[in-house]
């Protein structure tokens, strides 16, 4: 009797211990579904905080260098080319022969008007004399004047042609192009040399209207060409355009010294960086933050935990980082990433 009841006894403390375990993992699941369902009921994000900073920061163009001077060279003379004193590829300093066109015509008539004038001088200066006295008349004078005259007309023509068979570099630089060959008859207008000056180079950039109006705020420009990794060139704005293109960008040309041993060429491809100074404080958050373009950007601004999708006006970019001109103040937090999944009011679970 007495083994019956610590047996039934025992059942009891079994059957209690298996409701206690049955009740206890029951409340343990219970909960996990709760915590899944709280998780699965927000969205996870990363948010980056609204601050005062102040920043100078700096933007980025990209263009093609091309020579800040370059001329074809034509003749102004016409006969054959007897001589050729430049080669493709010379570098030639401004004023220096290239190449001589027939002159020994030319030489001949200037020789014969410069005769002629010196006689006619001769005869003016002997006529005026001689018309105080009453040796000539006036008019005998007045022939002599005009003849005088158009004789120092010829010689004018004919030393502007002689000097016209003279080709000659109109800057230094070098020659890119040549086009005819000694021997070949020339008259005006034929094309003989293209001549480029590399000594700077221009290049034509693109940039933003918000852009446009912060290079007069740029410290320093600097250039950059992909075939030199590393090296700098100090530049100048030369030009910007008053009218934006088709695209709403504005060109602006920058004039680049070019360096002698790391030179650069007409054609290459650059990029030109433009430095703005330290300012005043700013409102800033990460350009991240912004969905869509900055123009008609929106955000999505923490509000406990969920979100509110707001209409933001941005101003200058300073790297990574954007200008906030209104809806937001200093310490509110915006999403930076994980937008894509969310929509005004949604609830969030910050990662970050």
């Not at 123009?295 to 979100?307: F, H, K, L, P, R």
């Not at 937090?333 to 929509?343: A, D, E, H, P």
């Amino acid at each position: 009797m007495k083994r019956t009841i610590i047996t039934i006894l025992i059942a009891l403390g079994a059957i209690a211990g298996a409701a206690f375990a049955l009740r206890n993992n029951k409340a343990q699941m219970q909960a996990q579904v709760e915590l899944a369902r709280t998780v699965n009921s927000t969205i996870p994000v990363q948010v980056a905080t609204v601050k005062e900073e102040r920043l100078g920061g700096a933007f980025s163009a990209t263009g093609n260098f091309t020579p800040l001077r370059e001329l074809t060279i034509v003749t102004e003379a016409s006969g054959k080319v007897v001589r050729l004193l430049a080669d493709e590829g010379q570098y030639v300093t401004k004023g220096q022969l290239l190449g001589r066109i027939e002159f020994a015509t030319l030489e001949a008539d200037l020789k014969s008007a410069e005769a002629n004038l010196q006689k006619l001088s001769t005869d003016k200066e002997r006529y005026e004399r001689l018309v105080k006295s009453g040796g000539v008349t006036q008019g005998q004078l007045d022939e002599i004047n005009l003849a005088w005259v158009n004789a120092e007309t010829r010689v004018i023509n004919a030393r502007k042609k002689l000097d016209d068979s003279f080709i000659r570099a109109p800057f230094s630089g070098y020659i890119n192009k040549r086009y005819v060959e000694e021997g070949a008859y020339v008259t005006p207008g034929k094309q003989i040399f293209d001549i480029v000056d590399t000594s700077k180079l221009k290049m034509i950039v693109n940039v933003t209207e918000r852009q446009v109006l912060q290079i007069s705020e740029a410290s320093k420009i600097k250039v950059q060409a992909d075939v030199y990794p590393g090296v700098t060139y100090e530049a100048r704005v030369k030009f910007i355009s008053a009218k934006a293109d088709a695209n709403l960008n504005f060109p602006v040309e920058l004039e680049i010294t070019n360096v002698n041993d790391k030179p650069l060429r007409a054609g290459m491809f650059g990029r030109a960086t433009f430095e703005l100074s330290e300012g005043s404080s700013s409102l800033v958050m990460p350009r991240a933050a912004v969905v869509g373009s900055l123009d008609e950007g929106e955000v999505y601004a923490v509000n406990g935990d969920s979100v509110v999708k707001k209409k933001v006006t941005t101003g200058r970019t300073f790297g990574s980082l954007v200008e906030v001109l209104d809806v937001l103040s200093a310490g509110d937090q915006v999403v930076i990433n994980g937008q894509i999944n969310l929509s005004d009011g949604a609830r969030i679970s910050v990662v970050n």
